[in-house]
């Protein structure tokens, strides 16, 4: 009798070692669960990337406009008749000697 009891108690133990550390025990499923939450995340944030674009295709195929703003802001455009003038600002290390120019400092 002692030694059923035994063999019952080890085997017992075994099964809890398997189900909390072994392959498809507790812990695996805690990562897997943990991915596929992550997955999830970046299915949603996919999805709403895809709408924006959706969005903007089907405002290009409708809007003309649409065609010729992203025309003039992406790829410099102009129409035939129209002046074009770029403002540049001046460059940083620029900017910093009027500023100490403007203050009496000397460069």
Request: charged share 30%; no cysteine.
């Amino acid at each position: 009798m002692r030694a059923v009891t035994l063999i019952l108690f080890v085997l017992l133990i075994l099964l809890q070692f398997k189900l909390w550390l072994g392959e498809g025990g507790f812990r695996d499923v805690a990562r897997l669960e943990a991915r596929v939450e992550d997955q999830r995340q970046q299915n949603g944030e996919l999805l709403q990337r895809n709408a924006e674009l959706q969005a903007e295709v089907e405002d290009l195929r409708e809007r003309l406009e649409a065609v010729e703003e992203r025309a003039r802001s992406e790829l410099g455009l102009i129409k035939p008749a129209e002046q074009f003038y770029q403002v540049v600002p001046p460059p940083p290390s620029t900017a910093r000697k009027q500023v100490g120019n403007q203050n009496g400092e000397e460069q």
